[in-house]
């Protein structure tokens, strides 16, 4: 790499080369946000000859993935061969200048990023809108209809401002019109239109305008250096700034013109092709954690950061159909019906990684030591920290499997009533209520009005009051009560899967008994219903009684026989060693 060189460019010159094309920002800047007062304020220093910053280029013939419409601008690409310069810091301040001097006009939401290209599909998009609550839908509506427009032509200098005050400004409306001029017009403007202003004010004109086309542009060029080393020099030019993610820096590093390859766009076709079938939640991370897994067995930020273009590119389509044979397989076997209900999305990199090596779904043991591996992942949460390694140790498990042999396991699962008492305190992030949460849907849970299956939607699974959330012993009506379980109503054995209907309409805060007099009344098949939620007896389980801690005591029985029916049982789950239990809200890997 040659030494970074010290520059100063003009106004005109700096212009010039982004309306040529060769200077770029590369897809892990992050978006234009930069207000039109802000800009205002650049320009204020740089008629004043303030020192605004220094740009820093990355000069190289390497073609990624950048961001060509600065302001709405369609701009050229450079020959193949020829240097482009990508902007590694200073792009706030070039892209005001360049809506500046084009007057351009910037279109963003209210929390000021500008709106650009790119996403998922009309058809996916329009999937998605569709399947809105209410609610949702009109909040969408309002954000949609908050998008304001800054007019970046609408800036002016003030002819009559002193030195100290301000003089470049967009607010005119109590100054007098006479001493404004646009900031377009003094660069830009005829000589008849400038011959319009009186003679006394020729001499600033030209003075500001001087000042603007003369300004020297501090700048330093990092010539054809590798895209790790000016991806580092950004990260450290950005350290008081949000940091990259992996992804970000991997969109940018295997991004192929000649291959079509553009990773973002590759991601954004596989979450749409998953939307169709309601896993829209897989993570970037997740993604690149599998490719990383598929390629070298391990997924560690500096194993995904070092992994070859051309051979990322190369599997990326086997990469794709691991994914989504992996999610076809939660939703047919486990029938886990949408992605919501998925303890974790980490879930996704063995199971993918299984699906690679295999060509057809599992059958006898491999069938069993699979299931026994994806119980075990989810009620020992696993994948709650140190995800990396634990990935990389499991992918040896899965091999194991792959060979027809049941691994060994270092950790224990309690599949005791007790336990799940003990830790089932509700909590939709929670990636062990997740699981028994899977074990309910697995089920099939149908409504307690007309025994059709509850419909479970991914928007109505994200807090703990969902609308498929339902309390079986109201909360309000427990209130009222003395409990002795826990003095807490909102545990997991008291959720059962509903629809919005029956969980706002029809048992709002009375007693089970009433409520479950009611549809047995309208529902001659109520207690085949109810066995679908894990409820088998109503005698047994308390409900004519209104009895919640026999209504707990007994559900907990059932779902401990579910777990068990899952669980290959190994000498580790039976020689008194404790389960390792440190079940945090699922938090996005930060690190990708």
Not at 81 to 98: A, K, M, N, P
Not at 114 to 123: D, E, Q, R
Not at 135 to 148: G, H, V
Not at 208 to 225: L, N, W
Request: proline share 4%.
């Amino acid at each position: 790499m040659n030494l970074p060189e010290p520059q100063t460019l003009p106004y005109s010159t700096l212009m010039s080369e982004i309306e040529k094309g060769i200077v770029k920002i590369p897809q892990f800047q992050r978006d234009f946000i930069w207000s039109k007062r802000k800009a205002c304020k650049l320009m204020d220093s740089i008629v004043k000859g303030y020192p605004i910053g220094t740009f820093i280029f990355w000069k190289t013939k390497e073609r990624l993935r950048s961001i060509r419409n600065i302001g709405g601008i369609e701009l050229p690409e450079p020959p193949e061969g020829d240097f482009i310069q990508y902007v590694l810091d200073g792009q706030q301040r070039l892209t005001s200048l360049f809506t500046i001097l084009k007057g351009l006009k910037i279109v963003r939401n209210t929390e000021g990023s500008a709106n650009k290209k790119g996403g998922i599909s009309n058809a996916a998009l329009q999937k998605k809108i569709e399947k809105l609550p209410p609610e949702t839908l009109k909040k969408l509506i309002e954000i949609l209809k908050a998008t304001k427009e800054d007019d970046f032509s609408e800036m002016y200098v003030d002819l009559s401002a002193k030195e100290d005050d301000e003089i470049i400004i967009i607010d005119i409306e109590n100054v007098d019109k006479n001493n404004i001029i646009k900031l377009n017009d003094l660069l830009f403007g005829s000589l008849k239109k400038l011959a319009n202003y009186p003679s006394e004010l020729h001499e600033k004109i030209d003075a500001y305008r001087q000042r603007i086309q003369s300004y020297p542009f501090p700048a330093i060029i990092i010539k054809e250096a590798s895209l790790d080393v000016a991806t580092e020099i950004f990260t450290r030019i950005n350290v008081g700034g949000v940091p990259l993610t992996v992804f970000e820096i991997m969109v940018a590093k295997t991004y192929d013109a000649e291959k079509n390859f553009d990773l973002a766009e590759k991601y954004n076709e596989l979450v749409n092709r998953l939307s169709e079938v309601d896993y829209e939640t897989i993570s970037p991370a997740t993604v690149l954690q599998t490719v990383s897994v598929l390629m070298t067995k391990e997924c560690s930020k500096k194993r995904i950061l070092n992994l070859n273009k051309h051979k990322f590119i190369a599997i990326w389509n086997d990469t794709a159909d691991a994914i989504e044979r992996a999610i076809d397989y939660f939703r047919g076997f486990y029938r886990i019906p949408v992605s919501q209900l998925l303890p974790y999305n980490a879930l996704i990199v063995p199971f993918a990684y299984f699906f690679y090596h295999h060509n057809d779904k599992p059958t006898g043991d491999k069938q069993k030591y699979l299931q026994d591996f994806f119980w075990r992942c989810t009620l020992s949460v696993r994948y709650s920290s140190a995800v990396e390694s634990k990935l990389a140790q499991d992918i040896k498990r899965i091999d194991t499997i792959l060979k027809d042999e049941l691994p060994k396991y270092d950790y224990a699962i309690d599949s005791s009533p007790e336990f799940i008492k003990n830790n089932g305190w509700f909590s939709a992030g929670r990636s062990y209520i997740k699981a028994i949460l899977c074990i309910y849907a697995h089920h099939q849970p149908k409504s307690f009005i007309d025994n059709s299956i509850v419909q479970i939607n991914n928007n109505w699974l994200k807090q703990a009051n969902s609308k498929n959330y339902h309390h079986f012993f109201p909360k309000a009506y427990l209130d009222k009560k003395e409990m002795s379980f826990q003095s807490d109503s909102n545990h997991i054995l008291n959720i059962t899967i509903v629809d919005d209907f029956l969980n706002k309409r029809k048992i709002r805060d009375n007693a089970p008994s009433k409520y479950m007099a009611k549809f047995a009344k309208d529902n001659p098949h109520l207690a085949e219903t109810m066995k679908t939620h894990l409820i088998d007896d109503f005698d047994k389980f308390g409900i004519w009684a209104d009895d919640y801690d026999r209504f707990i005591d007994n559900r907990a029985l059932k779902v401990s026989e579910e777990i068990k029916k899952r669980i290959i049982v190994q000498e580790v789950d039976t020689e008194g060693q404790e389960p390792i239990f440190d079940d945090e809200e699922e938090v996005e890997i930060q690190m990708l």
